[in-house]
């Protein structure tokens, strides 16, 4: 099992930045990647950015150039650094893991607000 504590959420001005975090324990030596996706009501939860164990990123094109994943192998943490935020970005951020025997996990979510 893993467990998902993320942090950081909150309210930020349009242009603004912000840093979530994501902290992982219990079997994380199986985990393939980690990343965070996104949901606002009535839409279906979207793909931020992935960060694999061999440090390869991925990003939404929504995101690229303004969001940035990175990890803490010491602390066992994943961020996700949040620049030049635009309204849209405004939603419930959830971290996401995924192991290499096939098994999703998910934090409870932390809201991330921007205001215009």
Excluded at 5 to 18: C, H, K, W
Excluded at 28 to 57: C, D
Excluded at 87 to 116: F, I, M, Q, R
């Amino acid at each position: 099992q893993v467990q998902l504590v993320e942090s950081g959420g909150g309210l930020v001005q349009a242009g603004g930045s912000l840093r979530l975090s994501c902290a992982a324990s219990g079997d994380i030596f199986r985990l393939n990647h980690m990343g965070w996706y996104r949901q606002t009501p009535g839409k279906q939860r979207e793909l931020v950015a992935t960060i694999h164990t061999v440090g390869s990123t991925n990003y939404a094109d929504s995101v690229k150039g303004r969001f940035t994943i990175s990890r803490d192998s010491a602390k066992n943490t994943v961020y996700l650094q949040m620049n030049r935020a635009k309204p849209e970005d405004t939603a419930v951020y959830y971290c996401h893991a995924y192991s290499y025997l096939g098994t999703d996990y998910w934090g409870k979510g932390t809201l991330v607000t921007v205001s215009s």
